[in-house]
């Protein structure tokens, strides 16, 4: 069935250092959206894109949507503590469903 | 305020005692959604619903039932639930299944 491998699993790095997690589907996706969990919450919705090569910033962040709409990416710049949490990718599939990456999980070094 | 609404936040049960866990949206959506949350293993969806009337499996749906009898309410229930079970569950909804998802807050289920 259709995938969305999301790496890495986990990312330790000093406040102030940027982060980033990729998305890789075996198929073409209709989309892809990006949520955020922080910890003993629940995922939060932060943006979709849909079209070919698209590129999204918010602030600190910036999404990509690759070409072949089969790979996304999340940048983070200048990490903050404010940024820790868990980072999923979710591809919409050809069901009309998501399929869910497994997660980023930015922790901050002390 | 827009916001999907799950009941109980925590909940611990005994083997085999049936419990509901109901989800409610005041957004008119009418895709919800079930997912379970386990350390390491991301989420993983139980049931869907497209609509009223129309609920359809997952990839975990064994253990878990759900109806759909109004667009806003979307119960799921353990009929006999065991410790695998112990985990925390989401309910999510959306305008359309691939459309953005509202998170409800979650309900950390344990059974002993």
């Known amino acids: 069935g259709q995938q969305v491998m999301q790496i890495p699993q986990y990312q330790h790095v000093q406040e102030g250092e940027d982060f980033t997690t990729y998305c890789n589907s075996s198929?073409?996706?209709?989309?892809i959206q990006w949520y955020k969990q922080r910890p003993g919450g629940h995922p939060v919705f932060l943006i979709q894109?849909?079209?070919s090569g698209e590129v999204k910033k918010q602030k600190r962040l910036t999404f990509q949507f690759g070409e072949a709409k089969k790979n996304s990416s999340l940048h983070i710049t200048a990490t903050q503590t404010t940024d820790v949490g868990t980072y999923f990718c979710?591809?919409?599939?050809?069901?009309?469903?998501?399929?869910w990456g497994a997660g980023t999980k930015l922790i901050i070094k002390p | 305020e827009a916001q999907v609404t799950q009941n109980p936040r925590y909940l611990i049960t005994v083997t085999g005692k049936k419990l509901t866990v109901t989800c409610s949206q005041n957004?008119?959506?009418?895709?919800m959604s079930w997912y379970r949350q386990d350390p390491g293993l991301g989420l993983r969806q139980i049931y869907y619903?497209?609509?009223?009337?129309?609920?359809d499996k997952g990839d975990v749906p064994e253990g878990y039932k759900v109806s759909r009898k109004e667009k806003r309410n979307f119960p799921l229930i353990l009929e006999s639930p065991s410790p695998n079970q112990t985990s925390l569950y989401f309910c999510?909804?959306?305008?359309?299944?691939?459309?953005?998802?509202?998170f409800g807050s979650g309900t950390r289920l344990t059974v002993v």
């Open positions: 999510a909804s959306s305008m359309e299944g691939t459309y953005g998802y509202t």
């Open positions: 957004m008119n959506h009418e895709y």
């Open positions: 619903s497209m609509n009223v009337e129309v609920t």
């Open positions: 198929t073409t996706l209709s989309n």
């Open positions: 894109l849909v079209k």
């Open positions: 979710a591809g919409g599939g050809s069901n009309y469903q998501l399929i």
